[in-house]
């Protein structure tokens, strides 16, 4: 299964709202889940199952979708939150990623 | 505090061999699948193999098939990736990733990564 992520990347203000999409190449039900991964250090996990939010993670964090089209959405960009964010399925073998976003300040 | 501690990486020469190891803690190790997860330096994360709770699955990325083997040893809380035949795409660094649950019959997400291991095949 191909998850193709969109955008690449993208440029935004403290404050904006940002969305980032993720289509699967075949319906994944809702088994697909976000990370975000900072310079140099490995991903952490901010939704799963499409639209729960992991413990810990900020409530400005959400998750929508099922079958092939999904959506994270950061409801108020923060200075933390620049960052590389990836989508990944878990529905079948073998897991794969989405080729990431990349969220840079404006 | 769960804690996933990747060793082993370092240099070797294309066709050669490496083991790299990761020791869990922190929570009940022979209750869920493990997985390893690669990064060349700048790029995207492509998974690489997944082992269920108690060892009896396996699975490989189509890229490392027939290459790598994955293990564990509940008894010592650590998982382990044999990798034979080493290429240079296989350059990256490997992340030691723990599943919220076990492997049955899906994979459940990446709730724990640990800060990796790099890997590099350069003669």
Known sequence: IQVTQSPSSLSASVGDRVTITCRASQSISSNLNWYQQKRGKAPQLLIYAASSLQSGVPSRFSGSGSGTDFTLTISSLQPEDFATYYCQQSYSIPLTFGGGTKVEIK | ?123
């Open chain 2, 1 to 123: 505090e769960v804690q996933v501690l990747e060793s082993g990486g370092g240099l070797v020469q294309p066709g050669g061999s490496l083991r790299l190891s990761c020791a869990a803690s922190g929570f009940t190790f022979s209750k869920h699948a493990m997985n390893w997860v690669r990064q060349v330096p700048g790029k995207g994360l492509e998974w690489v193999s997944i082992i269920s709770s108690g060892a009896e699955t396996t699975f490989y990325a189509d890229s490392v098939k027939g290459r790598f083997t994955i293990s564990r040893d509940n008894s010592k809380n650590t998982l382990s990736l044999q990798m034979n035949s080493l290429r240079a795409e296989d350059t990256a660094i490997y992340f030691c990733v723990k599943a919220s649950g076990d492997y049955n019959p899906r994979s459940r997400e990446f709730d724990y990564w640990g800060q990796g291991t790099l890997v590099t095949v350069s003669s």
